[in-house]
C-alpha cells in the first residue's frame, strides 16, 4: 500500500497539535504548513473541505538520507496531511517505503522502514 491513514475523534487543531506533540519527541519539526482549503479559496476557488498538509522533517535524519543518496531529496520532507473526510479527521501519509522503492536502493530502504516505522506511531498516538 502507498498510504497509510487513520481516523481520529478529535477535531482538527487537536489532531494537529498532539501530531506536533508526539513528531518532537520523534526529533521531527513542521517545517511547513499548507491550508489547501485555505488557498484555494484566496484564488477563488470554491473549496470548503478541511485539508491541512504537514511537511515534517528531522534534520538528522534527512542528513543520514542524503549522504547515502541525494536522489531522496526528491522526497523530502515528508508529508503528513489532516483533513476532513465527511465529518470525520482522518490523519495520513504516503509511506516512505513506497517512495523510496523507485530508488531501488536497499540501505535506503532500511532508512525509510525506520522513518515510517517512528511518523506511524506519531499517527497511531493521534487516535
Same mark, same amino acid.
Given at each position: 500500500m502507498f498510504d497509510y491513514t487513520v481516523s481520529t475523534n478529535k477535531n482538527?487543531?487537536?489532531?494537529?497539535?498532539?501530531?506536533?506533540?508526539?513528531? =518532537?519527541?520523534?526529533? /521531527? @519539526?513542521?517545517?511547513?504548513? /499548507?491550508?489547501?482549503? %485555505?488557498?484555494?479559496?484566496?484564488? @477563488?476557488?470554491?473549496?470548503?473541505?478541511? /485539508? =491541512?498538509?504537514?511537511?515534517?522533517?528531522?534534520?538528522? %535524519?534527512?542528513?543520514?538520507?542524503?549522504?547515502?543518496?541525494?536522489?531522496? @531529496?526528491?522526497?523530502?520532507p515528508c508529508k503528513i496531511v489532516v483533513y476532513d473526510d465527511h465529518g470525520k479527521v482522518k490523519i495520513g501519509m504516503p509511506k516512505p517505503t513506497a517512495l523510496i522503492s523507485l530508488l531501488n536502493d536497499v540501505k535506503l530502504k532500511q532508512f525509510a522502514k525506520d522513518i515510517e516505522n517512528r511518523l506511524i506511531g506519531c499517527i497511531d498516538k493521534c487516535i
Amino acid at each position: 500500500m502507498f498510504d497509510y491513514t487513520v481516523s481520529t475523534n478529535k477535531n482538527m487543531d487537536e489532531a494537529i497539535q498532539s501530531l506536533e506533540e508526539y513528531l =518532537k519527541e520523534e526529533k /521531527f @519539526g513542521v517545517i511547513w504548513r /499548507f491550508d489547501i482549503k %485555505e488557498k484555494l479559496q484566496e484564488k @477563488g476557488l470554491d473549496f470548503h473541505k478541511e /485539508f =491541512k498538509v504537514l511537511e515534517v522533517c528531522n534534520p538528522q %535524519e534527512a542528513q543520514r538520507v542524503l549522504n547515502e543518496n541525494e536522489m531522496a @531529496g526528491y522526497f523530502l520532507p515528508c508529508k503528513i496531511v489532516v483533513y476532513d473526510d465527511h465529518g470525520k479527521v482522518k490523519i495520513g501519509m504516503p509511506k516512505p517505503t513506497a517512495l523510496i522503492s523507485l530508488l531501488n536502493d536497499v540501505k535506503l530502504k532500511q532508512f525509510a522502514k525506520d522513518i515510517e516505522n517512528r511518523l506511524i506511531g506519531c499517527i497511531d498516538k493521534c487516535i
